[in-house]
């Protein structure tokens, strides 16, 4: 193992900030973990695991430890004519992962192409795309205690799995170290999902009425590439807020002054609001303050056009709450993490 000293950061998040870390340190396999976590640097310091760097906001240089996640491998752990359960090291690019199960024909995970990130790192926010969330095809996890050193194993049950949430943003939060992750896939039958409605067009512009898990795959990287930027190009971290739930009481009475709102039913009593809309009636959709701004394209995702300072991305991501508080009575949290 290799502790590095004063390095930037800045290859390690997809926003492309320039924050610089006290340690950094790579673990390609458990038992190097185990050792890692007892180091005595790392006991006496702020510690942050990292994966694909894609879902955090580096405020400000790292007064701390960094591990970053690096523990590969796919094997198959379980086979039958109807399904398969792969286990996927942590460290594994998820887009990485998909392409494989798309290569083998497995079905499960295709809505969830081109998501930045690690596997390791998927389930702590249970990511979603296109009407599928990665707790659908989920068995379970190992994920190493950072206190003990333990190796343990979560279900979908102990995971407790929400919308963008997981125990691990709760009261797991910066306990355990995901190692790796065990996925259930379908071999045949798969019943695929094409109700979102840029799924359905796209397939129909390419005149496709069958689609298979493949059609599906594509026409989900087509529209993500149309909308949401490539953070090797303009550094982003995807959707910063979260669409917000409110009251199905309180939905009625925003849409008789904004007949246009859009909402989506999630429960008798909860309707969940796409937070671009109300961040693009605010006026922020394009928005540019010197090397940061607010997408052109889709006004959910905050940018970095290179150079830019995380505090930076910090405030507009505040002075958007702020706005959109005073606008719609709306408080919008973020998605991504702070550091
Ligand atoms: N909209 C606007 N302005 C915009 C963009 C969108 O008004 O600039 C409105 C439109 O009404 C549109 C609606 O928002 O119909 C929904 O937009 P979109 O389909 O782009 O999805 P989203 O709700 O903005 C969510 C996820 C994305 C995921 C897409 C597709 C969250 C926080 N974000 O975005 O996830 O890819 O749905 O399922 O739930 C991520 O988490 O990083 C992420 C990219």
């Not at 389930?123 to 249970?126: A, D, G, H, T, V």
């Given at each position: 193992m290799k502790i590095l000293k004063n390095i930037s950061l800045q290859p390690f998040n997809t926003f492309g900030i320039n924050a610089k870390t006290q340690f950094y340190v790579e673990a390609t396999n458990i038992a190097e973990l185990q050792s890692i976590l007892k180091l005595s640097e790392l006991k006496n310091s702020h510690l942050l695991v990292i994966g694909g760097?894609?879902?955090?906001?580096?405020t400000k240089d790292f007064d701390g430890f960094v591990i970053k996640n690096n523990i590969l491998g796919k094997t198959i752990i379980e086979e039958t004519s109807d399904y398969v359960v792969v286990k996927i090291g942590g460290g594994e690019n998820w887009h990485g992962f998909v392409e494989y199960a798309i290569a083998n024909n497995w079905g499960g995970v295709e809505n969830l192409?081109?998501?930045?990130?690690?596997v390791g790192a998927a389930?702590?926010?249970?990511i979603g795309a296109y009407g599928v969330e990665i707790k659908e095809v989920f068995e379970s996890l190992e994920a190493v205690e950072i206190a003990t050193g333990k190796l343990k194993t979560f279900n979908s049950k102990d995971c407790q799995f929400g919308y963008r949430e997981s125990i691990f943003k709760k009261e797991a939060k910066d306990k355990y170290i995901i190692t790796g992750v065990l996925l259930k896939l379908k071999k045949h039958s798969h019943q695929l999902n094409t109700s979102y409605g840029a799924i359905k067009d796209t397939l129909m512009e390419q005149g496709i009425?069958?689609?298979?898990i493949k059609d599906v795959s594509k026409a989900v990287i087509s529209i993500r590439q149309s909308k949401l930027p490539d953070p090797k190009v303009i550094g982003n971290a995807g959707s910063f807020f979260k669409n917000p739930t409110i009251d199905k009481i309180d939905f009625e009475g925003l849409r008789l002054e904004y007949s246009d709102l859009p909402g989506y039913v999630v429960s008798p009593t909860e309707v969940k609001i796409p937070a671009a809309w109300l961040i693009e009636q605010c006026g922020w959709k394009g928005e540019r303050r010197g090397n940061i701004g607010v997408h052109t394209k889709q006004a959910l995702v905050l940018v970095n056009?290179?150079?830019?300072d995380g505090s930076e991305i910090k405030k507009l991501s505040e002075d958007i709450q702020s706005s959109v508080a005073e606008k719609f009575g709306i408080v919008l949290s973020a998605e991504v993490n702070f550091v």
């Open positions: 760097g894609s879902n955090i906001l580096l192409s081109l998501i930045p990130g690690t389930p702590m926010q249970n009425s069958n689609p298979t056009y290179g150079g830019g």
